[in-house]
């Protein structure tokens, strides 16, 4: 296959071919049948596309209260915390269902003891650190990301760092970082937010003590949507404080309405934010896409339209941040370009003077296509 316009063979593979070698293949038809795009939409990082049966979900869902005949949207929530639960390899009872990484980096904070040393990676997402900042009695420690695992070391209490980086989709050293961890006795903390959807992340969950997600993004819910992994009740729930605890944290949530809540709940649903259930309504929709498409295939088919795109930008002169077995690529300097090209109806994002394209399941070889063509015709003027 040809870099358009350009006439020099690569080598990167095609989507055609990534489906059919790992055999899923009705994920073509599949993916048109749930998402339309009426732009080159390469801003996954960002935001990802709402499957139709999302939509149509959250419009039912809508239309019932509308109506005055509500639909029982409690039960998506409980759906959708099953499927990420499956994505991830852990038990339902570990997962809390809730809107936001801020709140659940706060709680982790709030588990801390005064003095505790905490290791994060230079910038960050502020979600992810901030929390750890604003207590004032940690000591927070900032290290490159690439040094983060030999960084760990005796005294550290816990690594709070994102799995794949949020500005440049650099992809952290996980074997390494649970490595460094254990020798340590330290706690680990991911943000897999730039991760679930794409990067198998069950192979590691042995390690990690705490992970939080939103789902807006790789996972293609909508927004309000995040899901908090915490260790199981036996091991204390990793002494994680249920300081936002309301009705829906009990026990019983209808029986916990009026005044203090006299039972907790005996699993992860403690940490439950009172859920946002039109965005849950079709997050349980949109997480159903994502496991039938499997992680290992969306993942090929990611990987492999991103080499495409590192393969014509070498050609182009141009040399993206290092990010290997990553789906998002970003170019130093092109960053201003971002306003001309969603013009021009490619969505890319500016992040930190970087061009910041992501590909994800519903991208094709035309849309890398079309980003490279729009940069060449740039350069040219």
């Known amino acids: 296959m040809e870099t358009t316009g350009q006439g020099h063979a690569t080598s990167v593979p095609t989507s055609e071919s990534v489906t059919a070698a790992t055999g899923h293949i009705g994920a073509t038809a599949l ?3 749930e998402f339309a795009p009426r732009t080159t939409y390469l801003n996954s990082a960002s935001t990802g596309l709402l499957p139709a049966r999302a939509v149509s979900a959250m419009h039912r869902g809508a239309l019932s209260v509308a109506e005055g005949r509500p639909e029982d949207m409690f039960a998506d929530v409980e759906a959708a915390r099953a499927s990420f ?3 991830l390899g852990v038990a339902p009872e570990r997962v809390s269902a809730g809107a936001s990484v801020a709140v659940y980096s706060g709680l982790v904070a709030a588990s801390l003891p005064v003095g505790a040393e905490v290791l994060t990676a230079e910038d960050d997402f502020s979600s992810t650190v901030n929390p750890f900042h604003v207590r004032g009695d940690l000591k927070v ?15 550290t209490e816990l690594v709070a760092v994102s ?32 991760g679930t959807g794409w990067l198998d992340l069950a192979a590691h969950m042995a390690d990690v003590d705490y992970l939080a997600s939103v789902a ?7 927004r309000g949507g995040a899901f908090f992994v915490v260790p199981e009740e036996a091991a204390g729930f990793g002494g994680v404080p249920p300081l936002f605890a309301g009705w829906v944290a009990g026990e019983r949530p209808w029986d916990s309405c009026y005044g203090p809540v006299t039972e907790l709940a005996r699993s ?20 159903a896409v994502i496991e039938e498409l499997g992680v290992a295939a969306i993942r090929a088919h990611d990987l492999a339209l991103a080499d495409r795109f590192r393969a014509g930008l070498a050609e182009l002169g141009q040399e993206p941040v290092p990010a290997p077995g990553s ?19 490619i969505e890319v994002s500016d992040r930190a003077g970087n061009l910041r394209a992501a590909f994800h399941l519903y991208n094709t070889e035309a849309d890398v296509d079309a980003l490279l063509g729009a940069l060449r015709q740039g350069g040219r003027g």
């Open 31 to 33: 993916v048109s049948s």
């Open 85 to 87: 639960a499956r994505l």
């Open 141 to 155: 420690r900032t290290v490159p990301l690439e040094r983060i695992a030999e960084s760990v070391r005796p005294g």
């Open 163 to 194: 799995a794949v980086q949020s500005a440049d989709g650099r992809v952290v050293d996980l074997p390494a970082l649970r490595a460094a961890v254990r020798a340590h006795g330290a706690r680990l903390y991911l943000d897999a937010s730039q």
């Open 216 to 222: 807006f993004k790789w996972l293609t819910c909508p």
């Open 268 to 287: 992860a649903r403690r940490f439950d934010e009172s859920p946002s259930l039109f965005a849950y309504a079709g997050a349980r929709q949109s997480l």
């Open 327 to 345: 789906p998002i690529v970003s170019v130093p300097g092109l960053g201003a370009r971002q306003p001309e090209l969603s013009a021009a109806g």
